[in-house]
């Protein structure tokens, strides 16, 4: 399995809005990116699970820090318009993620980094994944020791096969 | 932004299978992802939006269409040790993709996608995103028309540049 990651990255400069509410049917989430995009404000991870209530939903989403004040002030106006509950924000997180080609087909590779935190006591606040890539999620406070649990869980094991090769 | 879409992709062989209700604390997703792994249980997206409710939160995954009774199975059998709530599954989606290098800095893509869906009353179930690709779950029996809203939203209008030019 270790070597099939190729790395693992951090990025302390994400913020999150979470629009939280919002009529479940077409045209929703349109409003909600075309005014980001009107805006120029560029978005990293989209995420939208199944919703809780009927007919609901809530869509979150990651910005630059500096342009979380800006992306708030936007979602609280379109709030009416999209007939939508609130908006919520967090600027204490950091997205940790592991990065490797043909990843997400070998099962190991997702529960190997889910243990990695579990392990180092680091809650999973949000998780999303491509083909090549798991991405996560944590307090911001969290992030180097997250890395380092996760490089050691798959990394530490091959570099003492080397050492014990040498 | 026509230039930046490498294409649309449409995967039908996906089925949705959602934990809910799962104590939101380090451990849950490991407990999840390991039992499928151990069972060899390949899984394509894993996406966990922010809790509902305070200290739980749901974690929703696809896997091949002719793994999920297996895999709702393991799911059901774990809830007791999990202290989740339920297992719902979905076997009537497809996962509609757009992929180019480089898409997701650019604001204008992802509502471009959710614009088309819109304008095609098709209803977006649920959203994951990385740097090259945006994923959309909708309905299976909108699958066809989900990718041909998308592809004339992106390519029509580079096509018709071309035939202007001949
Ligand atoms: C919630 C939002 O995604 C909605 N279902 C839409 O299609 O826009
Ligand atoms: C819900 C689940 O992701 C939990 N927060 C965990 O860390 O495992």
Chains 1, 2 share one sequence.
Not at 27 to 56: C, N, W, Y
Request: hydrophobic letters at 45%; proline letters at 2%; glycine letters at 8%.
């Amino acid at each position: 399995d270790e070597r099939v990651i190729a790395g693992v990255t951090c990025d302390k400069n994400q913020a999150l809005v979470a629009v939280l509410g919002m009529p479940d049917e077409p045209g929703s989430a349109a409003k909600v990116f075309t005014r980001l995009s009107t805006k120029g404000i560029s978005v990293d991870m989209i995420i939208q699970s199944m919703g809780k209530e009927p007919h609901t939903n809530d869509i979150a989403f990651t910005v630059n820090t500096w342009d979380l004040q800006n992306a708030q002030g936007l979602m609280d106006r379109l709030l009416g318009d999209l007939g939508a509950r609130s908006v919520e924000i967090d600027d204490k997180i950091a997205k940790i993620s592991i990065v490797g080609v043909g990843m997400i087909d070998r099962p190991g590779i997702a529960s190997g980094m889910f243990e990695a935190l579990a392990e180092a006591q680091i809650n999973i606040k949000m998780i999303s994944t491509s083909e090549i890539k798991i991405s996560v999620l944590v307090e911001k406070s969290n992030a180097d020791k997250a890395v380092q649990a996760i490089h050691a869980k798959f990394f530490v094991a091959e570099q003492s096969l080397v050492d014990s090769k040498s």
